[in-house]
T-cell receptor
């Protein structure tokens, strides 16, 4: 069964620090997709990135970067020079090709607090 | 503007009083889904729909019903709400199903309290 673990329940950093949010997943599929979503205090869910299982290239988008490692089943998310506006709950999620319609499985989330 | 719209955003009700949370999307997406979010549990799928008149259970369907009579609408029905259904509910849609890499667009959430 597919599963997503985000071991860090809460993280607090001071503004301008770098922070990495961990995501470890379990799947038996060879074709799957990994996602990160952000949930700011206002409550909406904002898409950040999608990565398929065949693309292990790391991705950088501004201050955000993602490290996908199939060997360790991890898809970690790093924020460089964090800002107060980065304070949110971040969810990692997994979908499997064999579970075509069902189950976009979310991890429990990591609450990030960036202090001024 | 592309969006998923849920109503109501906030609702307090009493045990057993039927209620419906509406969800509408304007992106012509075929796939729609409902999730509930509870502290420490992340988001769990309640029901999903691959297309009009095609619905199926997710992980936590007990106590809920859905219908998909039109492509844009996917209401969530609580026939007899109970306090354990107090939660934050999200509707989502995507062009492709999750297993095909579909990226979910979420509504703003509906916070439901059942007394």
């Amino acid at each position: 069964a597919q599963k997503v673990t985000q071991a860090q329940t809460e993280i607090s950093v001071v503004e301008k620090e770098d922070v990495t949010l961990d995501c470890v997943y379990e799947t038996r599929d060879t074709t799957y997709y990994l996602f990160w979503y952000k949930q700011p205090p206002s409550g909406e869910l904002v898409f950040l990135i999608r990565r398929n299982s065949f693309d292990e290239q790391n991705e950088i988008s501004g201050r955000y970067s993602w490290n996908f490692q199939k060997s360790t089943s991890s898809f970690n998310f790093t924020i460089t020079a964090s800002q107060v506006v980065d304070s949110a709950v971040y969810f990692c999620a997994l979908s499997e090709a064999s579970n075509y319609g069902q189950n976009f499985v979310f991890g429990p989330g990591t609450r990030l607090s960036v202090l001024p | 503007e592309a969006q998923v719209t849920q109503n109501p955003r906030y609702l307090i009700t009493v045990t057993g009083k039927k209620l419906t949370v509406t969800c509408s999307q304007n992106m012509n997406h075929e796939y729609m889904s409902w999730y509930r979010q509870d502290p420490g549990l992340g988001l769990r799928q309640i029901y999903y729909s691959m297309n009009v008149e095609v619905t199926d259970k997710g992980d936590v369907p007990e106590g809920y019903k859905v219908s998909r009579k039109e492509k844009r609408n996917f209401p969530l029905i609580l026939e007899s709400p109970s306090p354990n259904q107090t939660s934050l509910y999200f509707c989502a849609s995507s062009l492709l199903p999750p297993g095909a890499g579909g990226k979910l667009f979420f509504g703003e959430g509906s916070r439901l309290t059942v007394l």
